[in-house]
T-cell receptor
Framework: GENVEQHPSTLSVQEGDSAVIKCTYSDSASNYFPWYKQELGKRPQLIID?????GEKKDQRIAVTLNKTAKHFSLHITETQPEDSAVYFCAARDSGTYKYIFGTGTRLKVLA | EAGVTQSPTHLIKTRGQQATLRCSPISGHTSVYWYQQALGLGLQFLLW???????NRGNFPPRFSGRQFPNYSSELNVNALELEDSALYLC?????????????FGPGTRLTVL
């Protein structure tokens, strides 16, 4: 069945360093890949997304890359700050069923 | 603009009982998605409603069901509760099927089955 693998499950970085989270999807019909940030006790919030016809998208310190051939997409956070500490989820949406499959999350800790 | 709301915040039930969870989408949104977030796991897709119809469901047994009302609010029903149903249940709303409409999540209902 459809599956999204997300790595690593936990990631600790020093403030100011970069963080990279990687996801691999199995459903070749996926055409939309959002990333969500969930702070402790709060709801997930969309931070960036990418469509299948785009290879890279950037928004200030956050960027997402997509390799459709390898079915990989990654989240890159530069110049990390303590407020970036949260759980990050990737997701892939099927273009036909509009079903979202989520990764299992990455707990990012930015150490001051 | 009010965000997605869910009720109740917490729900405690015993095994075998039924639970009803409610979700009110953002005004103008016609799509409602339901997800289960068990501890340590990602979001598992449960159900998707759009324009009052069930459009898709995830790999959950039939005792998980729901509906969407004419005002686009939705409820999730879980029958014959089992201990492993304990989780945070999140709903999300979006402008509708198709396109690349952002999902906005509610705060969730924490269901505990004893």
């Amino acid at each position: 069945g459809e599956n999204v693998e997300q790595h690593p499950s936990t990631l600790s970085v020093q403030e100011g360093d970069s963080a990279v989270i990687k996801c691999t999807y199995s459903d070749s019909a996926s055409n939309y890949f959002p990333w969500y940030k969930q702070e402790l006790g709060k709801r997930p919030q969309l931070i960036i997304d990418i469509r299948s016809n785009v290879g890279e998208k950037k928004d200030q310190r956050i960027a997402v890359t997509l390799n459709k051939t390898a079915k990989h997409f990654s989240l890159h956070i530069t110049e990390t700050q303590p407020e970036d500490s949260a759980v990050y989820f990737c997701a892939a949406r099927d273009s036909g069923t509009y079903k979202y499959i989520f990764g299992t999350g990455t707990r990012l800790k930015v150490l001051a | 603009e009010a965000g997605v709301t869910q009720s109740p915040t917490h729900l405690i039930k015993t095994r075998g009982q039924q639970a009803t969870l409610r979700c009110s989408p953002i005004s103008g949104h016609t799509s409602v998605y339901w997800y289960q977030q068990a501890l340590g796991l990602g979001l598992q897709f449960l159900l998707w409603y759009d324009e009052g119809e069930e459009r898709n469901r995830g790999n959950f047994p039939p005792r998980f069901s729901g509906r969407q009302f004419p005002n686009y609010s939705s409820e999730l029903n879980v029958n014959a509760l089992e201990l492993e149903d304990s989780a945070l249940y999140l709903c999300a709303s979006s402008l509708g099927a198709g396109g690349y409409n952002e999902q906005f999540f509610g705060p969730g209902t924490r269901l505990t089955v004893l």
